[in-house]
């Protein structure tokens, strides 16, 4: 009898030993095996070793005694008892609502820290704190059905950002496509022009000039007169450039000290004086490929010289035509009796041919660097092309274009450099006379619409700026709609 007395009661005592070892203060159940004792076989003692520095042992009951034996505090995860670690907190089961992590510091200080330990755990040596998890997971669950909704709304808009970008990016490949096509295409053309000019310079005769020039020539006229246009379109455009910048050149306040400004006014007079130098070298070019063009057509232009295969008149003016078209297009005045023969429509057409060329690798680049720029995650900027955000903050108006840059008010905070971690970089803004040139990070808070909530200056001339977009949206775990949610004190 005595010996089962004995038994049962041992029995107890190790109910009650694993009841106490397996509730570690404030430690998450996931750890709790860290803290699960060695018992020595023949005494039964318990004993335990920091978690970091294992060669030092520490009897059992060392563990939350309110004092540190541990280097890295790993015997006082339920006191406040040594040096604060940020990797370190107590753990708060919060039944009934979800559990939270609370710095130690915190712990019995006299406040119940509810956003994080609903159920009071933290100010468990006065227990002043009662356990408020069901209303406040009641508040939780309302505050979380709305954002839900918000999100809901705010996802839609960024996934109709996403298509745009994606349709934006698609248009983009299509039209590399057709340029790839229309270059192959041409340089084909190019290629047996060549191949016509190689055959006469090797003093071919087996055709006669009209059949070799006649199935080109409504070609060529086309090209020279597309390409005449395009030319008179792209002066009309670089005009009104030059006069805007004129006019800023002229106007601007030198004393107001804009580096971005000043740079741009320096650039233009620079382009100005290079323009005249570029434009005695096409002139030059110009009157040159007329002598060229006139050698070679002596004697098709001289009406006293024989030609070798009979030509029909027309052709002639009609060439004629075409040349003086040529000729009043790069506006040299001068006297020239014109005429041609197939080298010279050759030489024309491979040349056209070459500039489009020219102008097609031009807009293959700029697609493909296009295609190859960072928009940011999923492409997703691509959709804010030209968008602008504009806000009144602290006296100041703010622009912000996605991809552009960052004005306050006239004034360039920055220019669009980088996406990353749902911030927005803009970097090279205007020189602070008291500091560094401007520079901006943008917040992005998820929300429908855009727009700037909040601009600070933490450094001079580093702004911050908050930015609500339907960009930063993202489907959010409790833990993340729960770091918004502010709890209602006065309905607890
Ligand atoms: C202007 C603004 C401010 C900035 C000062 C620096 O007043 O751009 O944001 O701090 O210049 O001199």
Redesign the pocket.
Known sequence: MKVIGLLSSALIVSKLAIAIDTEIRGVEPSRLKLYDPIVDPITGKKTWRCLNNPEIILSYDQINDDYCDCPDGSDEPGTNACPYNPDHKFYCANKNHIPGYIENYKLNDGVCDYEICCDGSDEYLSGKCEDKCKEINHQFNQFKQSSQKDIEKSLKLKSKLEHEAASRRLQLVNQLESLNAEKLEKEEILANSQDNLAEEENGEEGSTLSNVILPHLDEISVHLSNYHRSLQLREEQLQNLEKILAGLTKNYNPNFNDIAVKESVNKFQEYVSNKEEALKADLEKAKELLRLVEDHSKEFADPGIKQKSYEPPTLKNMILHYFNQFKSAIQIDENVDVGSNKKIVNNAQAQVIQKELEDIDLQIEIINEDLEKDYGPGDILRAYKSTWVEGDVGG?NYKLGFLDAIY?DD?LIGKYADFKDNQLFYKGGAK????PH?SATIDLTCGSANHILSVS?PQ??K?LIELVTPLACKVLSDEEILSNFKIDRSKL
């Open positions: 100041y306050q004034v602070c006379w008291n500091g401007r200056e001079v001339c702004y």
